[in-house]
């Protein structure tokens, strides 16, 4: 997760990619990166595939929408946007300051983003030809053939649905026998 200022638009964007099949789980522009909106993104990410597969990490940089800077002697400090992680049981990783590569896959996702917005009337239109059209160079099946980001979460979270449905067959079958 990251914000980065668009040179299309003068927006601030702000996105959850998933890490294993570089879909955009939830995202936005907006006037300004902060750290409500940084919160509203994560929110809705989470909510969407809760379901599925819940978000248990995120990586962010030390940004002060992310991460309060300054801390007391116990290296504490609270701010909003750690205090919702930790509320939602999701793991806030921080990148190494200066380390970009830590985030590399957000940051090339952004590269993507700067040369490809300006060809799409809406933010939700880039979206859907990243995730749902656009084959992705990384993601490929087991024939060499190139899937989407959207094809390749879904082939992921196949082994997690079923898996969910077996648990709750047995505990409903647990359930009727005792």
Same mark, same amino acid.
């Given at each position: 997760?990251?914000?980065?200022?668009?040179?299309?638009?003068?927006?601030?964007?702000?996105?959850?990619?998933?890490?294993?099949?570089?879909?955009?789980?939830?995202? #936005? $522009?907006?006037? %300004?990166?902060?750290?409500?909106?940084?919160?509203?993104?994560? =929110?809705?990410?989470?909510?969407? *595939? $809760? *379901?599925?597969?819940?978000? =248990? $990490?995120?990586?962010?940089?030390?940004? +002060?929408?992310?991460?309060?800077?300054? %801390?007391?002697?116990?290296?504490?400090?609270?701010?909003?946007?750690?205090?919702?992680?930790?509320?939602?049981?999701?793991?806030?990783?921080?990148?190494?300051?200066?380390?970009?590569?830590?985030?590399?896959?957000?940051? =090339?996702?952004?590269? +993507?983003?700067?040369?490809?917005?300006?060809?799409?009337?809406?933010?939700?239109?880039?979206?859907?030809?990243?995730?749902?059209?656009?084959?992705?160079?990384?993601?490929?099946? $087991?024939? #060499?053939?190139?899937?989407?980001?959207?094809?390749?979460?879904?082939?992921?979270?196949?082994?997690?649905?079923?898996?969910?449905?077996?648990?709750?067959?047995?505990?409903?079958?647990?359930?009727?026998?005792?």
């Amino acid at each position: 997760m990251d914000w980065h200022q668009s040179k299309c638009n003068g927006k601030q964007v702000c996105v959850v990619l998933d890490d294993a099949s570089r879909m955009i789980l939830a995202g #936005g $522009e907006f006037d %300004r990166a902060t750290t409500e909106f940084s919160i509203q993104v994560l =929110r809705e990410a989470y909510e969407k *595939y $809760e *379901y599925l597969a819940p978000i =248990r $990490e995120v990586i962010t940089d030390h940004g +002060t929408q992310f991460y309060a800077n300054t %801390r007391d002697s116990q290296g504490n400090a609270e701010h909003a946007f750690e205090k919702f992680c930790r509320e939602m049981e999701i793991n806030h990783i921080l990148a190494r300051v200066k380390h970009p590569q830590t985030n590399g896959k957000i940051e =090339r996702w952004f590269g +993507t983003y700067k040369q490809f917005r300006s060809k799409y009337p809406t933010f939700e239109e880039f979206i859907h030809w990243y995730n749902e059209i656009r084959p992705h160079q990384s993601l490929d099946d $087991e024939n #060499g053939d190139m899937r989407t980001p959207k094809e390749a979460f879904w082939h992921r979270v196949q082994g997690h649905i079923m898996r969910n449905c077996n648990y709750l067959f047995n505990k409903q079958l647990t359930e009727e026998t005792t």
